[in-house]
């Protein structure tokens, strides 16, 4: 499969506890995405890497958020202390950008972690 | 930032029919519109996009058409097929995705 992966597809954990996801974006690709979608919701942008370099990060990303891309390939999202509003779908995309900052670019979803927290 | 609102939130269509799905978005930076199609429990598809300096973009039964000045722009599915029932998302981007809530289509045998 030369698709966007991202693992582990569920996550059941308790509250306070810490969990990290993987993406391994489309090989050729240098920008990678984490999202996160709530049931009935569209996917709200959380971050984004150009290559290894972390550009970008929403208001929605909490001190208790971090992602990496160490490498510029594959990228880890980590939730520190969970909350049950924490509970949602986290959706990993990549692209292939060509231009500048502002160039516009094909994004390619994973199938997405589903996070519980109980 | 950018903010997207789509309309209607769900749509029934008899098979064969066309359905709409309308978006407007805010910021007049955004010069890049995808759709996405997600069926229950999958990852979203890009099924269609259409950049700025484009008013109309057609692949076989679908459409999308794109007005700057007003900021809205629109997807067309003619000719409805039980296998286009899904979730379809629209969204707005100059380097990021700001996606609306969504349209549950239908489609009715």
């Known amino acids: 499969d030369t698709g966007v992966s991202q693992n582990p597809r569920h996550k059941i954990t308790k509250r306070g506890q810490n969990v990290t996801f993987r993406c391994d974006p489309i090989?050729?690709?240098?920008?990678l995405y984490w999202y996160r979608q709530t049931l009935g919701q569209g996917p709200e942008f959380l971050t984004y890497?150009?290559?290894?370099?972390?550009?970008?990060k929403s208001r929605l990303l909490s001190d208790r958020f971090s992602a990496e891309r160490p490498k510029g390939s594959f990228s880890t999202l980590e939730i520190q202390r969970t909350e049950q509003g924490d509970s949602a779908m986290y959706l990993c995309?990549?692209?292939?950008?060509?231009?500048?900052?502002?160039?516009?670019?094909?994004?390619?979803f994973g199938p997405g972690t589903r996070l519980t927290v109980l | 930032g950018e903010n997207v609102e789509q309309h209607p939130s769900t749509l029934s269509v008899q098979e064969g029919d066309s359905a709409v799905i309308k978006c407007t978005y805010s910021?007049?930076?955004?010069?890049?519109f995808p759709w996405y199609k997600q069926e229950l429990g999958k990852r979203p598809q890009l099924i269609i996009d259409?950049?700025?300096?484009?008013g109309e973009k057609k692949d076989q039964r679908i459409a999308v058409t794109l007005n700057k000045t007003a900021k809205h722009f629109s997807l067309h599915i003619t000719e409805t097929q039980p296998e286009d029932s899904a979730v379809y998302f629209c969204?707005?981007?100059?380097?990021?995705?700001?996606f609306g809530a969504g349209t549950t289509v239908t489609v009715r045998a």
């Open positions: 090989s050729e690709h240098n920008r």
């Open positions: 890497f150009q290559n290894e370099a972390q550009l970008e």
């Open positions: 259409i950049r700025s300096n484009v």
């Open positions: 910021d007049s930076a955004s010069n890049y």
């Open positions: 969204a707005a981007n100059d380097y990021k995705l700001s």
């Open positions: 995309a990549s692209s292939l950008a060509l231009g500048g900052l502002g160039s516009y670019n094909e994004q390619f």
